[in-house]
């Protein structure tokens, strides 16, 4: 079954996982010689980016396996990666809006991802609900909200 993207299902997905976490949250990333920003982590979704994928309907099991034209599997990779990859795999689809679908994930992946100077921080300076608000601002400085 394809996955058809818009921008509404986007934002109404990224608002419910928010809600559901809490706009509070902040994601830490995981610990020892492979950290960073996990899509998923120990069988689950794990960042922003990843928990939004797997509530659209990816399997958490799919970020693991090994493609070679991204050297690698997408445990670690960015939304624009994830969502190459889905759409070249047939499990998503987007609409002619897929750039705004594009940098909206973006946005907020940015957002969360900005730990302060500190490199041995590794909770995100910033809420879910905050990179939820970046994304917003994006969408309505396009005037998609």
Known sequence: MTIKLTV?????????VVM???ADYH???PQ??????????EGKPSCLIGTIFVKLGIPVSWFGRSRAVFG???????ADSVLDAAIGEGLIECDT?????????????AH????GMDTDVVT?????????????TYLRARGRL
């Open 124 to 136: 995100s300076m910033h809420s879910w609900g905050s990179c939820l608000e970046a994304g917003d």
């Open 97 to 109: 809006n897929e750039a705004v679908v594009r940098n909206y994930l973006g946005q907020m992946q």
């Open 32 to 41: 020892g010689p492979h950290g960073g920003c996990k899509n998923v982590h």
């Open 112 to 115: 969360q991802d900005r730990l």
């Open 20 to 22: 559901e976490k809490g």
């Open 27 to 29: 994601y830490t990333r």
């Open 72 to 78: 690698g599997d997408l445990v670690g990779a960015s």
């Open 8 to 16: 509404q299902k986007a934002r109404e997905t990224a608002f419910q």
